[in-house]
């Protein structure tokens, strides 16, 4: 991994924009209070990179990756994925771009009981493409000898590594993270972002961490900051920290 960070400045610049916002608001109604989640948000995720977006809250950052990963609409503004626009999309064509290009990984697992490992997997690559093997995706976050364990048999961060392994396993180009850590201790917590790291280097899957904790974003390419739901700050770290080094 480059840590130079004018060389990986200038690397993005040769980089195919992946996610490219414009404008974009959200505003959600509560009785008849206005809640504006989303304020004119401009920004641009790049292939390739880790990038990690930090924020209290209530700042936008789940209202953010919903909208890019297809899973909310905005109220104004564009979203580009590639040459792809999103924002008037219907919802037969954002289900079919969340099928075909993002995995999604959040803080619960959401992981079928009576299934094993393999099977929670396999449930998604028998739908997508141009899925792996169950078992290599497993391999990726270090599951392989946990192949035919069940969810209850599988500490948290096990659980986690499997959801990430079923969200990976249809080779999407994007992986979006909520708060993928939120639930877990720190040392297990390192565990997950030590899978996700190595799924960005080993098949250059964009990866997006939203989370409010500060540490992890040591370990992106660019810390993206949103206060009040706008970009309030975007930092170019001098080095990426690898998740073993991290402490909270």
Request: net charge negative.
């Amino acid at each position: 991994m480059d840590n130079d960070p004018a060389k990986r400045a200038e690397d993005r610049e040769d980089r195919q924009v992946i996610f490219e916002t414009r404008g974009l608001t959200k505003t959600y109604l509560m009785g008849e209070v206005e809640i504006h989640a989303l304020q004119g948000v401009d920004l641009d995720l790049y292939a390739g990179e880790l990038v990690v977006m930090l924020g209290a809250s209530g700042s936008g950052k789940s209202t953010l990756l919903n909208i890019m990963g297809g899973l909310d609409t905005a109220t104004s503004g564009r979203v580009r994925y590639r040459d792809q626009d999103l924002t008037d999309a219907s919802e037969k064509a954002l289900t079919l771009f969340r099928r075909d290009h993002v995995g999604f990984v959040f803080q619960f697992y959401n992981l079928i009981a009576s299934l094993t490992a393999r099977e929670n997997v396999a449930i998604v690559t028998e739908i997508s493409r141009d899925p792996m093997p169950p078992e290599e995706a497993l391999a990726l976050v270090g599951l392989k000898k946990r192949l035919d364990h069940f969810p209850a048999q599988l500490s948290g961060g096990e659980q986690q590594r499997v959801a990430i392994a079923r969200a990976i396993a249809k080779q999407p180009a994007v992986l979006l993270c909520d708060e993928p850590t939120g639930a877990l201790d720190s040392k297990t917590g390192i565990q997950v972002l030590e899978a996700l790291k190595h799924i960005n280097e080993e098949l250059q899957t964009t990866v997006a961490i939203i989370t409010h904790n500060e540490v992890i974003g040591e370990m992106g390419d660019r810390v993206i900051r949103l206060r009040d739901g706008q970009v309030d700050d975007i930092h170019e770290n001098e080095r990426r920290r690898d998740p073993g080094e991290l402490r909270w």
